[in-house]
């Protein structure tokens, strides 16, 4: 079977996810636990414990809001003059970027970080990769509803926010598509982590995040169109910012990639499983 | 035979395993993109095939590296076959390792919640658990410590006690009780014999002859990742001690068809002059060379097992490679744990001592009443000057098996010959 094939091979695609429902819900209160202690795990011994799920990103907005609105003169952005349009242009698109970048980062050893789990007990290791994301989710949400607050007091807010659930389920199938490959391959190549941490580094820089299109170089621009990860930054901007679908192309490229990415990634994972127990 | 029966737990049929190892982690790189295999493979289960029927308890027995744990690896689902097919029917529970799947930040309460619901539980179900799991473990006081603080047995516990709490249909246990201290054992061991009577089938892997003989029906015995022999327990189990000390046995596991069990003559060496084969440290002057030490049964055969109670005569041979004056010899029976349990010299017999001449040849005979218990025991062997200078000595130079009465305790010394009898007086 030719990698195109696959790519196209929708109904392939349907039966995968299906059976990815269905063992979510079989294992609802397991993958629930998880995600909570993936949670709990990272801020484990500190004094505040969970707050820090909360404090953590809203500290970090603050920080970005008050380097965007003083540190860096807004110019040349679609909103001219309200320097405060432009914090919420640039968190539009990089509050789901962040949680797509920790999703990548981390998702590449959730296989070989929970190698007890794997070899040692009757586990279903899908759970892995989706606890990974579900595990990086409250920061975003935390993060956004700080963003739909600042949207709301500069006057950016629009009936566009409620196509917010919309954008999340689309993210949140490419992350778990792209956690379900990552995650399988990283099993085998350990390499695969700095890589993509490389890759997260430099790909900042490639989506319309800091910077508006306009302001790159016109050879340049078909980078943004060929990066998938700009497509979610649009839709993103389009719900905060723009306040209408003024990027109609980027909601088929999300919508459509993120369910082949679902597809692709949980059949790949379910190709390679059989055999982490080898590699552990 | 028995007419096949239906009620079938756990299938096997032609089992494989390879291993495929990557020396290098680019070597798998280098094989994706040539399509020529660079890994090492080693066959650690070749046509493995086991029915095991419900509510039976099978134990496995194998040296280190026969392909046990791989076996109940693939059966628990935790790793894949290579080649072959494992059908189970219900709902199997497996204690692999010590702790598994247990995180050692989390507390003894946590992980009875995290393992219960990766066990397939419900919340609700775990709470209701939780106190039982509690009480067995008897860990009450430091159940909300975290994990990585408890002593091995202590985890061991903990996992045993959360694993039989979904009340599995099969039950796959590895070596995990070996940890436990002999009171939990023996819990852990009436807590199996009673999913036992609930139907539960239960496979279990044990280097203990005497856990395999007490508790298991039938036992296999894995070698090479091939299975070696299929039977009774008891039957099974001798064959299995026969295999771990003698040799030839051993070598005879990549035989062609292994199942029948080898006769104990089988084993005779055959030669008058035995060479040393367990033999650990040999040490002397070398005024004398011992040339020759066994242990033979009422026939004159050499033999490596008996039973407690039987007949059998050590014999040694020396010869002099110096005169030596007042010649001093014996023997010494040593358990496990190194304790001198028996031993004889011509001086502790009050024989007279010779003087020898070089070339001359000594030769030494015990007859004598196997009275030990059920175990593994060592013999040493030594000549020596009246001052009591070693000419040669010889450390473990004999090991032996003694199969016991079934009827005393399995931690007894000596086998005392007892009756029992309880006689009920009316008042």
Known sequence: MTVGRTLIDVPGHVSASRSLVRLARTYRYLLVELAVRDVRDRFAGHVLGVVWTIAHPILLMGIYVGIFTFVFPARGLTAPGRTQDLTVYILAGLIPWLCFQEVLARSTTAITGNASLVKQIVFPVELLPIKTVLGCLPTQLVATAFLVGLALLTGLGSPALLLFPVVLV????????VAFALSAVGAFVRDLRELVVVFCAVNLFLQPILYAPAQLPRVLRPVLWLNPFS???????DVFFFGAITHPVSWVVLTVGALVTLGLGYRLFRGLKHRFGDML | MTAPRTDIALRCAGLSKTFRIYLRPSDILRELATGRPHAVERQALADVSLDVYRGEVVGILGRNGAGKSTLLKIVAGTLDRTAGTVETHGRITAILELGTGFHPDYSGRENIKLGGLCMGMTPAEVARKTDP????????????????????????RLTFATAISVDPDILVV????????????????????????RGCTILLVSHDINTITQFCDR????????????????????????????????????????????????????SSEPAPATAG??????????????????????????????RCRFRMTATAVRAVEAVSCGFA???????????????????PMTDIAPGERLEITSDLVMWLSAGDYFVNFGFGHANGELSDFIDSGLHFTVHGPGDIFTTAVVNLQATYRIARQLP
């Open chain 2, 174 to 197: 590895d070596e995990a009780l070996a940890v436990g201290d002999a009171r939990f054992q023996m819990r852990c061991f009436a807590r199996i014999s009673e999913l036992r009577a």
């Open chain 1, 170 to 177: 689309l993210q949140v199938a490419a992350m778990l598509g």
């Open chain 2, 133 to 156: 799991i509690i009480d067995f473990s008897e860990l009450r006081d430091v159940i909300d410590q975290p994990f990585r603080t408890y002593s091995t047995g202590m985890q061991a």
């Open chain 2, 281 to 310: 440290a040999r040490f002397g002057d070398g005024a004398m060379t011992l040339t020759g030490y066994e242990l033979l049964d009422e026939d004159g055969r050499p033999i490596q097992m008996l039973r407690t109670g039987q």
């Open chain 2, 219 to 270: 036992a296999v015995i894995l070698e090479r990742g091939r299975v070696l022999a299929i039977g009774t327990a008891k039957e099974v189990a001798s064959q299995y001690l026969r295999l771990l000390f003698e040799p030839k046995s051993a070598a005879a596991a990549a035989a062609p068809s292994p199942a029948s069990p080898a006769s104990p003559t089988e084993t005779a060496s055959g």
């Open chain 1, 231 to 237: 497509h979610l930054v649009w839709v993103a901007q």
């Open chain 2, 333 to 351: 029976i040593k358990n496990r744990l190194g304790t001198v349990l028996f031993g004889m010299t011509n001086v502790s017999s009050n024989q």
